[in-house]
């Protein structure tokens, strides 16, 4: 193939940045996302393509980046896509895994003219939070900046732009704007911190900056996208929109100080927290359930706040027909669950059953009466009627081949207020890391607002009912959750300042609490992480969820007595 040339810039070119949905281990589907985000680079005359971090890999590839024909299956995919810029058009900055002589970095590609331009590598390998790069990744040599058509660009990837020193090298040596291929994972708040710390580079090199971060759901992380760019005097020059795939198009020209300034782009308004963490919920969902084949979902419906918005978050994601719910009453569910749950289903037009679990706890206890004889029935009894109802949910996704969702909110995870092998049984929990205040707070939040993009009808779609009620499990006769837990404002904020915070006992007792409460509040929390392991994986919402943020020991006998 002969290449066309590339036109050298001078004072003005057209970006295009392609903020994209990639599949971890899709290398063959990440390359043809790639391919269509160039074709309509190409068709809106951009110069220049900019994709997320190791979006050929997909964002984060973990352990996989080990595995020899893995690397090399990216490698294959960056020929053949550099390959591709031999006919003139949009040159290309990717990122992929990168093997160099015996060391693999975390590396960001230049395309242009047939070619691969030049290659820079991480720096900075995060390893906290969910965050485990030095894993698997060496950190790559303080980088100079790459000549693209006659600029010099600076590609500092991810971390390597959240401190300083690798933007101030590529400032030193010669860069005119710099390029942040990001996989920046959404938490409360997360696109402010993301925008401060960029404005900090653009203050301490004098350069403009275009930040382009990975859409979609990966396991528990959610990537928002929110990609933007700032002028070098640090204002906004361009906001994507949050939680939608794009490629966005500006345009730059050189300033009689020849400094880059973006003169055409658009500003997205981003969505308040309540819309932003509901649709973190949605989105991850969907991904899982998507990337991961299944045809639908399953839940049981009890007719509680936890269950009918997990339901709500189904069908936004997924579309009624998708989503099927099972009421699994037992003689302690009230009439009042039964009527909630139906007009739950009903106002999202999904599939519903129900599959009565009184044979199936009977049978239990009957096979269990010589060994339980002459003991008082109590937590083992109630656990029964969980696992039965865990049972039918499974057996119905072996059947069907429809994915258990699990509902268990962040205060109950906390305290262990949940059954192994019952209610926590399932694939994903789309509000694993939401503290039941929040849920509450999200379910009135959707009954007044739809988002676009939700499949999901408008209007209330959790019953008010469900709402005012007291929440219960109602595994025994007149059974309230706070019958063994203080109320949730009280708990949450108690889990809050020791999850969260990491508040030593006495800072708590600071707020108002009780000592003894605390103390048992974290005694709860630490016995409870045997529960925890084996959990289903669930969407990050807060600053430190379970799993990937906070790795605490099972055995473990500390107790903060401050």
Partial sequence: ?????????????????????????????????????????????????????????????????????????????????AADTADGGPGVVIGLPWRENDKLHNAVAVLDGGRIE?????????????????????????????GFRGIRLGIPVCEDAWTDEVCECLAETGAEILLVPNGSPYHVDKAELRLQTMIARVVETGLPLVYCNQLGGQ????????????????????????FAPEVAFSDWKKDDEDTWTCVSGEVAKLPDRDEANWLACVTGLRDYVEKNRFP???????????????????????????????????????????????????????????????????GFTRSLSGLFAG???????????????????????????????????????????????????????????????????????????????????AGVVIPENILTKAPSAELREGQTDQDSLPPYEELDDILECLVENEMAVSEIEARGHSRELIHRVEHLLYIAEYKRRQSAPGVKITRKNFGRDRRYPITNRFRDRS
């Fill in 375 to 457: 003991t008082d029935a109590g937590v083992t009894e109630e656990n029964l009627q969980s696992r039965a109802r865990g049972v039918i949910l499974m057996a119905i996704s072996n059947k069907f081949g429809h994915m258990v969702v699990t509902t268990g909110n962040k205060s109950e995870m906390s305290v262990g207020y949940a059954t192994l092998y019952g209610d926590m049984n399932g694939g994903f929990n789309p509000i694993k890391d939401l503290y039941k205040t929040q849920v509450y707070h999200l379910a009135a939040w959707r009954n007044a607002n739809r988002p676009d993009g939700m499949k999901g009808p």
């Fill in 1 to 81: 193939m002969t290449s066309a040339p590339s036109a050298r810039i001078e004072n003005s070119f057209r970006l295009a940045v392609a903020q994209l949905n990639p599949t971890v281990g899709d290398v063959a589907g990440n390359l043809a996302l790639a391919r269509d985000a160039r074709r309509r680079a190409a068709d809106g005359g951009a110069d220049l393509v900019f994709f997320s971090e190791l979006f050929l890999a997909g964002y984060p590839p973990e352990d996989l980046v080990l595995k020899p024909a893995f690397v090399t299956a990216c490698r294959r995919a960056l020929d053949e896509l």
């Fill in 219 to 242: 396991d528990e992380l959610v990537f928002d996208g929110a990609s933007f760019a700032l002028q070098a005097d640090r204002r906004l020059a361009f906001q994507m929109r949050q």
């Fill in 118 to 146: 030049g290659v820079r590598f991480k720096v900075d390998l995060p390893n906290y939070g969910e965050f485990d790069e030095k894993r698997v990744f060496q950190a790559g040599p303080l980088p100079g900046p790459v």
């Fill in 296 to 362: 639908g979902v399953v839940l049981g419906l009890s007719g509680g706040i936890d269950s009918a918005v997990v339901a709500a978050m189904a069908v936004d994601a997924l579309g009624a027909e998708k989503v099927r719910g099972v009421m699994l009453p037992y003689r302690y569910t009230s009439q009042e669950s039964l009527t909630d749950a139906q007009q739950c289903a009903a106002g999202l037009g999904f599939a519903y059953d129900v599959v009565p679990i009184e044979d199936p706890v009977a």
